[in-house]
């Protein structure tokens, strides 16, 4: 169910919404794993993300924008690997990149759409604090130099604890999505197939 915001629609063609995807006890279960998992730190242009992830299956080298295989995919994520494979209609195995993302209070994720090495489908579970995720449409970094429109939020919804969602079709690939500060540690477990060739 989309939360109501000023956007209409409030989430654009191809973004699904799930409230308590995961149960409470799911929830504390996931949080207890994650805590442990040796998380690195993000650095993108010299500098050093107040985020921190973790990355299994293929990865995916924020400088060399390269993915390549990676550690396995630990067996507590193997449950909500499936069930989103269950709501996407596809096979869990093609989810083959986890990434588990911690965000400290006031972290944030910028402007941005997944790799492009990754697949039509991205699935995502909110954990911990709720996150608000805003979109925009996309725009090549070639032509935003000449473009001389404000670049604006058109869609927003907040991403509540143990909420799940779907990024397919035109929101995968017309949209861009960030996640502004958040007001407390939130986690998030992203699942993502791999293009084809």
């Known amino acids: 169910m989309a939360i109501p915001t000023l956007f209409a629609?409030?989430?654009?063609d191809g973004f699904e919404y799930r409230e308590d995807f995961i149960t409470t006890a799911e929830e504390r279960e996931l949080?207890?794993?994650?805590?442990?998992?040796?998380?690195?730190?993000?650095?993108?242009r010299g500098?050093?993300?107040?985020?921190?992830?973790?990355?299994f299956g293929w990865t995916y080298g924020y400088y060399s924008r390269r993915s390549e295989p990676g550690p396995p995919l630990p067996e507590f994520l193997q449950p909500a690997r499936a069930r989103f494979a269950a709501w996407a209609g596809v096979e869990a195995e093609l989810f083959v990149?986890?990434?588990?993302?911690?965000?400290?209070?006031?972290?944030?994720?910028?402007?941005?759409?997944?790799?492009p090495m990754f697949g039509d489908v991205v699935a995502g579970l909110s954990l911990?604090?709720?996150?608000?995720?805003?979109?925009?449409?996309?725009?090549?970094?070639?032509?935003?130099?000449?473009?001389?429109?404000?670049?604006?939020t058109t869609h927003e919804i907040e991403l509540a604890p143990r909420s799940g969602y779907l990024i397919a079709g035109k929101a995968r690939r017309q949209f861009e999505h960030?996640?502004?500060?958040?007001?407390?540690?939130?986690?998030?477990?992203t699942f993502r197939t791999l293009r084809a060739g």
């Open 9 to 12: 629609p409030a989430v654009p």
């Open 31 to 44: 949080l207890d794993r994650i805590e442990a998992l040796p998380f690195t730190q993000v650095e993108m």
């Open 47 to 55: 500098v050093v993300a107040r985020r921190r992830t973790a990355h």
């Open 97 to 115: 990149e986890a990434l588990v993302t911690e965000y400290p209070a006031a972290a944030t994720i910028g402007w941005h759409r997944d790799a």
């Open 128 to 152: 911990g604090s709720a996150g608000r995720m805003k979109f925009r449409p996309y725009i090549s970094p070639s032509a935003t130099t000449s473009s001389k429109s404000p670049r604006r």
């Open 178 to 189: 960030s996640i502004p500060a958040v007001p407390a540690t939130r986690y998030s477990i």
